[in-house]
Antibody
Framework: EVRLVESGGGLVQPGGSLRLSCAASGFSFRSYEMVWVRQTPGKGLEWIAFISGGSSTIYYADSVKGRFTISRDNDNDSLYLQMDSVRVEDSGFYFC????????????WGQGTLVTVSS | ETVMTQSPATLSVSPGESATLSCRAS??????VAWYQQKPGQAPRLLIS???TRATGIPGRFSGSGSGTEFTLTISSLQSEDAAIYFC??????????FGQGTKLEIK
């Protein structure tokens, strides 16, 4: 059974940092591209970052480029999102998801972790 | 980026009836469209890919159609458990693989 479990969310002040983690199990993690998607009241579901299986290809949404960093540890089946210089508008639920690859959708999602940016 | 627009924002339908949800792409995306279901407090679940192919374990009551810019998700014989928000997504032009804003389905 494919399982994705996020952790690391919480309350952070504007300008602060937070690191989200996603523990994967039930599939060959290193063989799959992975993404982070966030859900906010203002923008709904928003893809924010992509990483290929070997970390050679990384993409970011313009809204987080230069502030967030996606990474992965294939030896430990884990995905990460380093969030720096956070803003109030970054508040929301953050989901990790398995990207089906290329011209395919996101086929499995974690339950999400809540990030609240507030002073 | 390709913008996905869903309608209506909210749909209220009686049990046993059918619900039709629409999704329009700002440019042609072939059949590279997925539909997801999200219940309160849960992650989105993939229902349909390639506009009309049900994901594993998804009941036949869920069907998708369309190509190009117009797509439809139809849910027949509605049950109370179908109450959720439904999102469409295009993955033809990426990054990003963009989502619609969602349709909230209420069961009367």
């Amino acid at each position: 059974e494919v399982r994705l479990v996020e952790s690391g969310g919480g309350l952070v002040q504007p300008g602060g940092s937070l690191r989200l983690s996603c523990a994967a199990s039930g599939f060959s993690f290193r063989s799959y591209e992975m993404v982070w998607v966030r859900q906010t009241p203002g923008k709904g579901l928003e893809w924010i970052a992509f990483i290929s299986g070997g970390s050679s290809t990384i993409y970011y949404a313009d809204s987080v480029k230069g502030r967030f960093t996606i990474s992965r540890d294939n030896d430990n089946d884990s995905l990460y999102l380093q969030m720096d210089s956070v803003r109030v508008e970054d508040s929301g639920f953050y989901f990790c998801a398995r990207d089906g690859g290329g011209w395919k959708p996101f086929d499995f999602w974690g339950q999400g972790t809540l990030v609240t940016v507030s002073s | 980026e390709t913008v996905m627009t869903q309608s209506p924002a909210t749909l209220s339908v009686s049990p046993g009836e059918s619900a039709t949800l629409s999704c329009r792409a700002s440019r042609a995306v072939s059949t590279n469209v997925a539909w997801y279901q999200q219940k309160p407090g849960q992650a989105p679940r993939l229902l349909i890919s390639r506009a009309s192919t049900r994901a594993t374990g998804i009941p036949g009551r869920f069907s998708g159609s369309g190509s190009g810019t117009e797509f439809t998700l139809t849910i027949s014989s509605l049950q109370s458990e179908d109450a959720a928000i439904y999102f469409c997504q295009q993955y033809n032009d990426w990054p990003p693989k963009t989502f619609g804003q969602g349709t909230k389905l209420e069961i009367k």
